[in-house]
């Protein structure tokens, strides 16, 4: 069974500081990792998508990927309360068809 | 910018009734796909879609499931008798082709089957 964790939070940091969400996956050869916001009772939304190992930046979010660990993670920097949301982390299978979720870590940033 | 659509936004129905969700895919997205998130649970997918057949799909998606692309702008997703524990919100998504994991979602379809 394919599975990928987060830590569900809540995770909780003020307005300005850094947020740091972690993912870890089973599938050793899994390629395709994807980071998706969701406000609550809205739908997903991509904001970050990452292929290679190492560090990926758009904007105030970078994408970090260690393929050998198993583990993605997502900072966001300037932390806005806007950003409060579930992020959820994502890994496609291996022919690229279907994307596993984690459970969602949840995000609370105080102003 | 375009949108995935989807009908209803809500839909309560018996147990044991059909029930048919209804999606409108971006109009140069290639692949579909159902999601479905039980409250307070991780998004779980359900099937794939490209070329007018199934790409791949979950133990979840069992033979009361059904998908169909009827004409060249809706995507089905048919529920032939509800459970209970078909109770969830729905979310059909599609993509780009060479961009199968960068999904645009619906708002999503919530069923509640009484």
């Known amino acids: 069974q394919k599975e990928v964790e987060q830590n569900s939070g809540p995770l909780s940091v003020p307005e300005g500081a850094i947020a740091s969400l972690n993912c870890t996956y089973s599938?050793?050869?899994?390629?395709?990792f994807f980071w998706y916001r969701q406000y609550s009772g809205k739908s997903p939304e991509l904001i970050m998508f990452?292929?290679?190992?190492g560090d990926k930046e758009d904007g105030r979010f970078t994408a970090q990927l260690n393929k050998a660990s198993q583990y993605v993670s997502l900072l966001i920097r300037d932390s806005q309360p806007s950003d409060s949301a579930t992020y959820l982390c994502?890994?496609?299978?291996?022919?690229?068809?279907?994307?596993?979720f984690g459970k969602g870590t949840t995000l609370s940033v105080s102003s | 910018e375009p949108e995935v659509t989807q009908t209803p936004s809500h839909q309560v129905t018996q147990m044991g009734q059909e029930v048919i969700l209804r999606c409108v895919p971006i109009?140069?997205?290639?692949?579909f796909y159902w999601y479905r998130q039980i409250l307070g649970q991780k998004v779980e997918f359900l099937v794939s879609?490209?070329?007018?057949?199934?790409?791949?799909k979950s133990e979840i998606f069992d033979d009361q499931f059904s998908v169909e692309r009827p004409d060249g702008s809706n995507f089905t997703l048919k529920i032939r008798s509800t459970k209970l524990e078909d109770s969830a919100m729905y979310f059909c998504?599609?993509?780009?082709?060479?961009?199968?994991?960068?999904?645009?979602f619906g708002e999503g379809s919530r069923l509640t089957v009484l």
């Open positions: 998504a599609s993509s780009e082709v060479g961009r199968a994991g960068e999904l645009f």
């Open positions: 599938d050793r050869g899994s390629q395709s």
């Open positions: 990452i292929y290679s190992n």
């Open positions: 994502a890994v496609a299978n291996q022919a690229g068809t279907a994307l596993i």
């Open positions: 109009s140069n997205h290639l692949y």
């Open positions: 879609f490209y070329n007018n057949e199934i790409s791949e």
